[in-house]
């Protein structure tokens, strides 16, 4: 019943979300001349935006053609941030903020609590055991935690939080954590504005990582299969790895496997208290709403927050590359070959030309790299790139991928990329090409606006990444201003051997006796 719940909320809002608003914006892609500000100047006025006195920053958008809201919490933190030797602390709290506060999910937080903080201790305990090489003490010391576990688990009403967004008609409660973001959403029926305000503050005013060791096994699970049984995740692990010398990009966002077994519960407090304040959250809520009623009740329930102190964004800069860098896995899969090139962050000038870059390479079935090396070659079965590779609020990769056939070998997939890749530094893109792909481009963005879901992830991420979310329709301008000569002149600046990655996985067989 839920997920019949689910696509109807999700057809409707696709029907009548921003259908109005969006025809002017959609006229403006048809025509290449005209400046996308008149558009903006209506769109935004049904838009409003407030801060709190702590700083919890809200951007309210009233569309009030479907009785729906969606709800985008998005927290400026992500992999990018966590201390050396705490890989995978942010994802493994996105996890544990689901789990609840002292009043949801659990039936007596007094006695729970006592078993929680032993739980600790004893976990405390068994590091040292290991530390000391004591593995008759560890064994006992796992028995007692396990023991304990279970013990804790009896006061634990599970999945309470979820339960009580699916009573009251929420859908698509869920959260993603990104090398440079952690973001959390779901949506509620117009009349449940106030449940909203209420259970999103309590958890992140009040949380209670509960069964913090159990989810620990959940997250070694996911991590064993993302990436150490996984062709594409070693892979992109591996490539990563070489890519990036010093900046934190370089690492996992689920975390290396020795940091998640080491990670405690009081680690995932320090980041919350760091991380989790006033100045680093903001919230978009769009959909069926009274502006004037979200400030009130977001002063009532967001307004306890207490006031914190932006945390410093990461000063670590990654060295200029001077060679180029290769890395070789051996996996029994597919052959992967990957090859990526330093570009800038998301609000360097240039960016917009690397995403047209990106489309004209390979967007689609009409893009060069699909009907060169899929279609009349036939080195790959398929390949793409893109920008923003592992995030894009910091300098990262351009990043190109494809997959062999089977008769055909990964250098020669190479040498066939390495000619669409030369192409766009001695051979001017044509205008019908380029308008074709910035006609797409414009597209694509505005594709995102097609929901309150949508707009709501696009509002907070243009807000938080750019300073401001109206650079989500400018971006628009840029696109439009982009020409041949800009795609000429950066290709030649940013695919030089020396900024070069290449990352090969090679095929190898298992022999099973």
Same mark, same amino acid.
Not at 354 to 380: F, N, P, Q
């Given at each position: ?7 109807? +909320? ?8 921003? *259908? ?5 914006a959609?006229?403006?892609?048809? *025509?290449?001349?005209?400046s ?22 809200? %951007? ?6 479907a ?13 990018? *941030?966590?201390?050396d030797?705490? +890989? ?54 796992? +028995?007692?935690?396990?023991?304990l ?9 599970q999945?309470e ?12 409660? &869920? ?7 952690t ?7 117009a ?14 005013? &009040? ?24 062709? %594409? ?52 809520i769009?959909g ?34 001077t060679? /180029? ?10 052959p ?27 967007d689609?079935? /009409?893009s ?12 790959a079965l ?21 997959l062999s056939?089977p ?7 190479q ?97 099973i006796?």
């Amino acid at each position: 019943m839920l997920k019949k719940i689910f696509y109807w +909320t999700l057809i409707i809002s696709l029907i009548w979300s921003f *259908n109005t608003d969006l025809v002017f914006a959609k006229t403006a892609i048809n *025509n290449q001349s005209q400046s996308i500000q008149p558009y903006l100047e209506q769109f935004q006025s049904n838009v409003t935006e407030f801060t709190l006195d702590n700083n919890i920053k809200f %951007i309210v958008m009233e569309n009030k053609k479907a009785p729906i809201i969606s709800f985008v919490t998005y927290v400026d933190v992500g992999g990018v *941030n966590e201390p050396d030797g705490q +890989t995978g602390v942010a994802h493994f709290l996105e996890h544990l903020a689901f789990k609840g506060t002292p009043e949801i999910g659990t039936t007596n937080y007094e006695e729970e609590k006592v078993i929680l903080d032993k739980l600790d201790q004893v976990f405390d305990e068994i590091k040292e055991a290991q530390q000391a090489n004591n593995q008759e003490k560890v064994a006992q010391l796992t +028995t007692q935690l396990e023991e304990l576990n279970q013990k804790a688990s009896q006061f634990v009403k599970q999945n309470e939080f979820g339960e009580i967004v699916e009573i009251e008609g929420g859908v698509g409660l &869920n959260a993603a954590t990104s090398a440079d973001a952690t973001v959390y959403f779901y949506n509620f029926p117009a009349n449940k504005l106030e449940l909203w305000m209420y259970l999103e503050s309590e958890r992140f005013l &009040n949380p209670v990582f509960r069964e913090f060791y159990m989810e620990k096994q959940v997250i070694l699970e996911e991590r064993k299969l993302r990436t150490d049984n996984s062709a %594409i995740g070693k892979m992109v692990e591996g490539f990563l790895d070489t890519a990036f010398t010093q900046h934190p990009y370089k690492r996992p966002v689920i975390g290396y496997e020795t940091d998640i077994r080491n990670l405690t519960r009081q680690n995932i407090q320090d980041f919350f208290e760091a991380y989790y304040g006033g100045s680093n959250i903001t919230i978009a809520i769009v959909g069926d709403v009274n502006p004037q009623e979200v400030k009130t009740m977001a002063e009532k329930y967001f307004g306890r927050f207490p006031s914190s102190t932006k945390p410093s964004s990461v000063s670590i800069i990654e060295p200029k590359q001077t060679q /180029t860098r290769e890395v070789t896995i051996q996996y029994p899969s597919q052959p992967i070959y990957m090859e990526g090139y330093h570009i800038p962050d998301l609000n360097h000038p240039d960016y917009i030309v690397y995403d047209i870059m990106g489309s004209i390479l390979s967007d689609g079935r /009409t893009s060069r790299l699909y009907k060169s090396l899929v279609e009349d070659k036939k080195v790959a079965l398929t390949a793409s790139g893109f920008t923003g590779f592992p995030g894009d609020k910091y300098p990262n990769l351009m990043l190109f991928y494809a997959l062999s056939t089977p008769d055909r070998t990964l250098d020669e997939l190479q040498t066939a990329l390495h000619l669409e890749i030369e192409k766009l530094k001695t051979q001017p893109v044509n205008q019908e090409e380029l308008e074709r792909v910035k006609t797409q481009a414009k597209a694509s963005l505005l594709r995102g606006l097609n929901s309150n879901a949508g707009m709501a992830r696009l509002l907070t991420e243009y807000q938080v990444k750019t300073g401001d979310w109206r650079n989500l329709f400018t971006n628009l301008d840029k696109i439009s201003a982009v020409m041949a000569e800009d795609i000429q002149r950066v290709a030649k600046e940013t695919f030089t051997p020396e900024n070069k990655t290449i990352g090969k996985l090679e095929t190898i067989d298992i022999n099973i006796q």
